[in-house]
Each structure stands twice: as structure tokens, then as C-alpha cells.
């Protein structure tokens, strides 16, 4: 087979660079990884080496020449003698340049924040075939055969991407299958594993097929993720491949909470936690740790310490020599085995697994091991020695087993190659003629499609209730019919405690139990991270933050875990997850009194909604358990009422009659509390309740001011603010969060959109200044929106703006 080499990405500034020397002849045979040449960058000096063993069957390039990036310099073949069929090309284009989205008729325009009413989800397209059945008891050969496999498919891969066949990008794992396969052969079909931006061994080794992977990495329909999660976020829910994390240390807490979900419904599976040694430096280490050991959950975290975070050595980051001392500190096993070797990778796996089975909680296993590869593509590694990676290279997994099995009975090893070359020469075919994903799917999977709920119901027996308590009721109604509903937050569930920051679930824990009002450490990161991993498994978690703005300590597993996992997995997997946060200033400051909503309103994946009332709250936050995407329930606390809820000294009691029964508010419509002709206010939680005071006042003058409650702001109800909007052509959006960036902006821009032509005056917005929220009650009120500035500003439209 005749390859051709490419001038890589070395990560010069330039389109160009220097070929400095030749390392090696035509008619030298070299091995994978034997440098062939040096090049000069604007930077430093680079061995670039074989991707492939083979003979240098030609040169194109001379020392000292400049090459365009991407430029064939050499061939290599398997003899001299082969035909040489291959010619060099300065710029190839081998791949078909896919037809540009240009303007693409199918999609309508979306609206950007109302619900989108998710356009049905694409028909399947033609799956990858699995590797082979799981069995836990994988022999030798077997493992043999899939370290193999994994080798062969990334060298191929890499090989490919230097010729510029393969688009995006690339982190490999060449080094690491002792680990992946060892792991992932002491697990059951059942089992389930969260992987890294490195995770095709992982994948492999779990049972994914190659057609699924190649595809998705060619961005291809066929792909496991139809195009959308590419070489980063390969899943495969159906042999427990969960979507993998480009973001470090983030699958840690989701494991952790999937395992939690599994021990909660008393089933056989355990998760598993691939993360790499610069990982275990990050907040997400610590508190997913700490939180599986204190729930005992069923769940591996497996580190596989390759000794270099991105360029950086372990040396230069860690103090410790082993990262399982680290164990010790959450009171669990810490566990440290040659990531080279894959028979005991596998033994210590299996030892890890059963524990975990049998309820003894969570391991950290640490394998030492390395990545022959840069971390990703353009990266020559030159941070390490020729002699270092050469002693690494020495104890190569798939070389030591070879070792061991070569002579036994039935081991045929080049018969074992032949298979897995023909099966990744397959793969690679598949994917690179299979189709390109449709424009049209560009926006779909991104929600899930709503649930048939129940009607509002309010004849059927109804009883006087606050807002704490309607919410706490409609917790306990979910959490009596559905045992996928679970609790979890700090100190939501300790007897004689507060019953969360608010009194919300004062008694559901004597109810339902402390695993399903499960109090945790006061670990942002880890309550989030585990509602993911339990929705991502087939629970409905409802997460608490004592205060809306302790969320910011975790917003990664909020927006780019929660929000996006539907979407990268291409609908495989939901996140059904209610995370409740209390919102608002109370005199309490910065950090303890801020509107947070825009910062959600503008995360795709992610419902928003804003109750004003008891009965809302109950109903909206019932919807929302049920609902199949996550949804932040934002909660005012001046709204919580006295009344079995912890009395703010500026609080309102908006106590009102709230059916007893379970009921649904469906997510997005909004409320009308007060009809008129004149003037719309659009407002939400505390402001509805200003805006109808200040109607009252305005009314005095004659002036009749419509007040429509946005309770919802995804999916945002813009038909209804529209058609009241071209009812009184007058618009003032009154809001508690911050005037630059708040929701007020975005739905005044839509108002300038959908209803330009019928406003007497531009939009105008009542909001917090630019400023932190401060303490003192005296800055307080000026900085919360009043009912004298609504009236004001209701004057100032009411003459033109």
C-alpha cells in the first residue's frame, strides 16, 4: 500500500514552512514513530515522524525547500517494488467539497427564544454494527484483537488526516488501549461509561462499531451522532457509551450521578469515570469524588495518568507521585496498576467492578500509561525526550500480550490483524461515501418533544396555600407517582433542618425517605453534575441551589453539560433534570441577591421559567419535573409567603387557593393578569406584582395598562406578547435583573421585530441599573425596580416615548 506523507499543521503563523533536513533515504526502512524529517517553523525545529511502518519509497521535497502546509513531501510503501500509483499534489482536496449551507430554504427562521416546537426527530439512519457481545469475562486473544483494533483504526486515522482526508479534528489514544480494554472488558452490556475528548479507544473497546465512530468523525449522517457531536462526543447509548466530555474533568460528577441513579432504582450496573492526570486537579475531581464516596455509589473512576496535561508534566502540576493517594481523602481505594499492561488493568477493573456491585461504593484506579501522539493534531511533542517516549514505546500493551500469547494454541495473530485491518478499511469506506447530514437537521435535537400532560384542573378541591407551599406540594405529588423523581441539595433533607434555604422541602424527607431527599456536600459542581448523570440514566432529578447565585460555581454542568447533551448525542440521550434556584435581592448583597435568568434564556437546550404565584408555581414546577429537557425554576424570595416558608422582612404573601391534586401549567404560555388598551407591560415573579400596582395608580389618570406575566421565558409566548403589544401599540418591559443583557432586551427586540408597525413609541424597559445589587435597604430600593419608576415610565410612553 503506497501512503503519502504530508507537511503537517505544526502550529506555525505562516501557510509555509522550512524542510530543514532529510532523516531518512529512499530505500530505508523505517518503523511507526521513527522520525523522517525536521521542519522549521516560525517557531522552533520539529521531527515530524512515520505514521506507519514501511519502506521510503520517494522524496518530492530538498532540504532547505519551503512547503506549503499540506503539501505531499514523501511516499512510503510497503516494498520497493511496489507500483508507484500515487503522485505528490501541493494542495489535494480529496474529499468532495460537501454542498455549502448556503442559505438553506428548509429551515424556517426560528424564532429565537419561543418554544420551538421541535421539528420531529429525523428517521434513523443506518447504524454501525457492534463489535462483539460483551462479555466480562474477556480472554486474552479477545483483548489482543480490540487493542489491535483501537491501534490500527487511530493509526489510519491519523495517517488519513495527514493526507487532509479527515476533517476537524483529532485527540488519539495510541499507548493507552491496555486501559480502555482492560476497563471496559470487566463491564456488562448493562454498564456505562463516560469518556474524554480522547475517547475512540474507550468507545471501541465498549462495543461501538467503527462504521458509527469513522462516520461521525467525517461528519457524515451515518455518524453516531449524525454529524453533530464529531470526534469529541461519540455515544452510544445502546452498549452504554454515554456522550463523551470535551470539557476536563467534567464526566466525573455525571458518573457520579448515574451511579447514584442506579443504586436509587436497586438495579445491577455501575458507571465508569475515564478522565486523564490533569483532571484530577480540577474542582470537578474533587467534589464528584467526594460526593460518590458519601452516597457509596456504584461507580469506577478510572485516571489514566498519562503523565502530560495537554504539554504540561504531572511533574510540574502534582506534588503527589500517585494520583490515588488522592483516594484517601474521600476514604475510598486508591488503586495504582501498569496502564500497560492490560491483563492487569483488567484484573484490577475487575476488582473495582465487583466492589462496586456489591454496594462497597466508588475506586480511583490509576493507570500509568502513556500517549505515544500529541495531545491533539499540530502537536509534535516535542516537550518530550526521544529517549523518554522510546521507553515507553518499549513496554507497548499490544507488544507485551503479543509476547505473552505468541505460540499458544489458537493465538493467530496475523490472522487477528488481517480481520481488524479489513474492518477498519471497511469503516473508513463507509464513512467517507456515506451521505452529509441534511441542512434541515441542523436545528433539531436540541429539545425533546414535549410530554402530553394533564389539563389545568381547579374544581376538584383546593386549599389556601403559599408559594413554598404550593411548591413543596407539587414536589411531593410528582415524587408520590413517579419513583424516578429524586431531591438532592444542601440541606433540603436533615431531620430538624432547614428543609432546603427556604423551607421548600420542610418534611418531604420523612415522606419519601433521605435517599429521595438526599442531602449533599456543599458542592455546587457535584449537585449539578450528578442531576445530569441521573437524568442522562433514566431519572428526574430536582436539584436545589440554596441561592440563585451559588450557580455560577457550576455552570459548566449548566450550559455545556445539561443543555447540551441532547444535541451532541443527536437525541440519544434527555436530561429530564428541574434545577430550583432562588432569585432576587433581599438585602443580602451581590452574592446573595441576583436575577440570574438571562444567563439561561440564552443557553439553547435549556427551559426557563419565572412563577409569580402559588398556583403557577405548583403547576409550572409539576410540568417541568415531567418535562423530557432540563429546566431552571427560577424562585423569588420575597415570593415564598410566611406561611410555611421562611418569612423575608420585605416579603409579599401572594397566599391564594391552590388545588390540591396534580395539574400542569404547560411550559411557555404566558398569564394575563389585567386587561387593558392602552399601555402592555410585560413583567414576571416580583415585577408582575409592581406592574399591577403601578396599573392601579395609572388607571387613577386613565390610563389602562394591560400586565401580562411572562412566567416563562423559554419558551417564550411571543404570539401573545405580540398580539397585546399590536393591541395597545405601547410596550414597557419591567424586570429585576440588570438593565444591559437582561431578558427585557431580548424581548424588546422582538417586539421591534414582530410588531414595529403598531408602536406608538419604542419599547422601553424598567430594570436594575448596571451595578451589583447592594445591601443597604436605602441603595436597595433604588436599585430594584419601584412602582413609582413603572408609573413613570408608563407616563413617558403615554407622550411618545
Not at 393578569?673 to 386613565?702: F, P, S
Amino acid at each position: 500500500m503506497i501512503s503519502r506523507v504530508i507537511m503537517p499543521d505544526l502550529g506555525a503563523t505562516g501557510e509555509d514552512v522550512i524542510l530543514e533536513e532529510w532523516l531518512v533515504q529512499p530505500g530505508d526502512t523505517v518503523k511507526a514513530g521513527q522520525p523522517l524529517f525536521v521542519v522549521n517553523t516560525d517557531k522552533a525545529s520539529v521531527e515530524v515522524e512515520a505514521f506507519r511502518q514501511g519502506v521510503v519509497r520517494q522524496l518530492y521535497v530538498d532540504q532547505g525547500d519551503s512547503v506549503v502546509l499540506g503539501a505531499v513531501v514523501a511516499l512510503l510503501a510497503d516494498s520497493m517494488d511496489e507500483p508507484l500509483t500515487t503522485e505528490p499534489a501541493a494542495d489535494p482536496q480529496p474529499i468532495a467539497d460537501p454542498q455549502p449551507i448556503a442559505d438553506p430554504q428548509p429551515i424556517a427562521d426560528p424564532q429565537p427564544i419561543a418554544d420551538p416546537q421541535p421539528i420531529a426527530e429525523a428517521q434513523p439512519v443506518a447504524r454501525h454494527q457492534h463489535l462483539t457481545p460483551r462479555r466480562p469475562t474477556a480472554s486474552p486473544r479477545d483483548m489482543y484483537r480490540l487493542m489491535y483494533l483501537i491501534r490500527r483504526f487511530e493509526d489510519r486515522l491519523y495517517e488519513l488526516f495527514l493526507e487532509g482526508l479527515v476533517p476537524g479534528t483529532l485527540h488519539q489514544c495510541q499507548g493507552q488501549e491496555a486501559v480502555a480494554v482492560g476497563v471496559c472488558t470487566a463491564l456488562t452490556d448493562s454498564d456505562v461509561i463516560f469518556s474524554t475528548h480522547r475517547p475512540v479507544g474507550h468507545a471501541i473497546a465498549k462495543g461501538m462499531g467503527l462504521e458509527g465512530i469513522a462516520a461521525e468523525l467525517w461528519g457524515k449522517a451515518a455518524g453516531c451522532a449524525g454529524g453533530k457531536g464529531g470526534q469529541m462526543h461519540l455515544t452510544d447509548v445502546s452498549v452504554g457509551v454515554m456522550p463523551s466530555n470535551a470539557i476536563v474533568g467534567a464526566n466525573i460528577p455525571i458518573a457520579a450521578g448515574a451511579a447514584i441513579g442506579f443504586a436509587l432504582r436497586v438495579e445491577d450496573r455501575i458507571a465508569v469515570s475515564f478522565f486523564g492526570d490533569g483532571s484530577s486537579n480540577i474542582g470537578a475531581f474533587h467534589e464528584g469524588l467526594n460526593l460518590a464516596a458519601v452516597k457509596s455509589a456504584p461507580v469506577l473512576f478510572v485516571c489514566e495518568n498519562n503523565q502530560y496535561a495537554a504539554s504540561t508534566h504531572i511533574s510540574l502540576t502534582t506534588r503527589i507521585d500517585d494520583i490515588a493517594d488522592r483516594a484517601a481523602a474521600y476514604g475510598i481505594p486508591g488503586v495504582i496498576v501498569d496502564g500497560m499492561d492490560v491483563l492487569a488493568v483488567h484484573e484490577a477493573a475487575q476488582e473495582a467492578v465487583e466492589r462496586a456491585r456489591r454496594g462497597d461504593g466508588p475506586t480511583l484506579l490509576e493507570c500509568k500509561t502513556y500517549r505515544y501522539m500529541g495531545h491533539s493534531r499540530g502537536d509534535p511533542g516535542n516537550y518530550r525526550s526521544r529517549q523518554e517516549v522510546d521507553e515507553w514505546r518499549a513496554r507497548d500493551p499490544i507488544l507485551q500480550l503479543h509476547n505473552r500469547l505468541d505460540g499458544q494454541a489458537g493465538f493467530d495473530a496475523a490472522a487477528l490483524e488481517e480481520v481488524c485491518n479489513d474492518e477498519v478499511e471497511a469503516a473508513i469506506r463507509f464513512a467517507r461515501e456515506a451521505p452529509e447530514p441534511s441542512p434541515a437537521e441542523t436545528c433539531r435535537a436540541t429539545f425533546a418533544e414535549p410530554r402530553k400532560g394533564s389539563a389545568e384542573e381547579r374544581d376538584n378541591g383546593a386549599s389556601e396555600m403559599t408559594m413554598a407551599q404550593a411548591l413543596r406540594d407539587g414536589m411531593r405529588l410528582a415524587m408520590q407517582e413517579d419513583p424516578s423523581v429524586f431531591l438532592l441539595g444542601e440541606d433540603i433533607g436533615v431531620s430538624g433542618g432547614f428543609g432546603g434555604g427556604f423551607t421548600v422541602t420542610l418534611g418531604l424527607s420523612e415522606e419519601f425517605g433521605h435517599n429521595r431527599v438526599m442531602d449533599t456536600p456543599i458542592s455546587e459542581t457535584a449537585i449539578i453534575g450528578a442531576a445530569v448523570g441521573a437524568a442522562m440514566t433514566g431519572m428526574r432529578p430536582v436539584a436545589e441551589m440554596q441561592y440563585g447565585d451559588f450557580v455560577f460555581c457550576a455552570m459548566d454542568q449548566v450550559v455545556n453539560q445539561a443543555a447540551k447533551m441532547r444535541y451532541m448525542s443527536n437525541g440519544q440521550v434527555s436530561v429530564p433534570m428541574v434545577l430550583r434556584l432562588p432569585v432576587g435581592a433581599t438585602r443580602r448583597g451581590a452574592q446573595h441577591g441576583q436575577s440570574t435568568e438571562a444567563y439561561f434564556m440564552h443557553t439553547p437546550g435549556l427551559k426557563v421559567v419565572c412563577p409569580s404565584t402559588p398556583y403557577d408555581a405548583k403547576g409550572l414546577l409539576y410540568a417541568a419535573i415531567r418535562d423530557d429537557n432540563p429546566v431552571i425554576f427560577l424562585e423569588h424570595k420575597l415570593l415564598y409567603g410566611g406561611k410555611g416558608g421562611r418569612q423575608e422582612k420585605t416579603s409579599l404573601d401572594p397566599t391564594m387557593p391552590v388545588p390540591t391534586e396534580a395539574y400542569e401549567i404547560p411550559l411557555g404560555p404566558a398569564a394575563l393578569r389585567r386587561e387593558g388598551t392602552d399601555i402592555t407591560i410585560l413583567a414576571n415573579m416580583l415585577m408582575v406584582y409592581r406592574a399591577l400596582a403601578a396599573a392601579d395608580k395609572l388607571a387613577e389618570e386613565g390610563i389602562g395598562v394591560e400586565v401580562i406575566d411572562v412566567r416563562c421565558l423559554v419558551p417564550l409566548d411571543v404570539d401573545r406578547l405580540v398580539a397585546s403589544v399590536v393591541k395597545t401599540s405601547r410596550v414597557l418591559i419591567v424586570e429585576e435583573d440588570n438593565y444591559t443583557g437582561g431578558w427585557g432586551a431580548e424581548v424588546a427586540a422582538l417586539m421591534n421585530e414582530h410588531a414595529f408597525y403598531h408602536l406608538s413609541a419604542p419599547a422601553k424597559r424598567v430594570a436594575a441599573p448596571d451595578t451589583p445589587a447592594p445591601t443597604a435597604p436605602a441603595l436597595e430600593s433604588v436599585y430594584v425596580p419601584s412602582v413609582e419608576r413603572v408609573v413613570g415610565a408608563a407616563r413617558d410612553l403615554m407622550q411618545g416615548g
